[in-house]
Structure formats: C-alpha cells, structure tokens
Nanobody, 123 residues
Framework: QVQLVESGGGLVQTGGSLRLSCAASGRTFSSYVMAWFRQAPGKEREFVAGISRSAGIMRYADAVSGRFTISRGNAVYLQMSSLKPEDTAVYYC???????????????????WGQGTQVTVSS
C-alpha cells in the first residue's frame, strides 16, 4: 500500500509556471510506475504524464508535450510551464504496480491515487 499526497497547485496567469509535487509513503516508492492525470469540470480524467520506475522512460499527452516535465526522486514532480487556461483542472498523482509496461496512460491501470490539487490558469 502507498499513500500519495499532492501539493503545489494554485492560481497562475497564462504563460506562468507551477511545480507540482507528489509525496509517497508506504511501500518502496521505486516499485511504482508514477503518473499525473487531470480532470477539468465536466470532463473525464485524462493522462498528463508518466514516468517509469527507473525514471528512464517518460510519456506525455500531446496537449502538454514540450511544456510539462515529469521527474522523480524522493517524490514525483510535474514542472508546468507556459500554462494555458485549458490546463485548469484538478491534478492527481497515481501509482501503479502493474509489471507489464514501463509507463501506462490508462487510469484503470493505476492502483493508488492522491486526493488531487487544484491548478487554475487565468486568462
């Protein structure tokens, strides 16, 4: 079992930057594939970025590629730059023990979720 706690969300203007953090406790953190998802009001939860156990493989949604960077060390981070109003959402950290791939983009393949942190980008 692992507990995930996100932080770093907030209100930022268009073009600004934010860094989200996801702290994990419990089972060995390096055992998990980690990812960030987001959910905007009235929309389904969507994949944003994922990182493999070794941090050697990262994947990004097309909408954020080139603007967001996922990394991991003692926690998982999402550096968000050139933010747009359409990035406004609740951002969730997720962890997967599934051994079948390096990174997953599908939410059902993740076993544990944080409570989410709100990111609001004003125009």
């Amino acid at each position: 079992q692992v507990q995930l706690v996100e932080s770093g969300g907030g209100l930022v203007q268009t073009g600004g930057s934010l860094r989200l953090s996801c702290a994990a406790s419990g089972r060995t953190f390096s055992s998990y594939v980690m990812a960030w998802f987001r959910q905007a009001p009235g929309k389904e939860r969507e994949f944003v970025a994922g990182i493999s156990r070794s941090a050697g493989i990262m994947r990004y949604a097309d909408a954020v590629s080139g603007r967001f960077t996922i990394s991991r060390g003692n926690a998982v981070y999402l550096q968000m730059s050139s933010l747009k109003p359409e990035d406004t959402a609740v951002y969730y950290c997720a962890a997967s023990l599934n051994p079948t791939a390096a990174v997953f983009t599908s939410a059902p393949l993740y076993d544990y979720w944080g409570q989410g942190t709100q990111v609001t980008v004003s125009s």
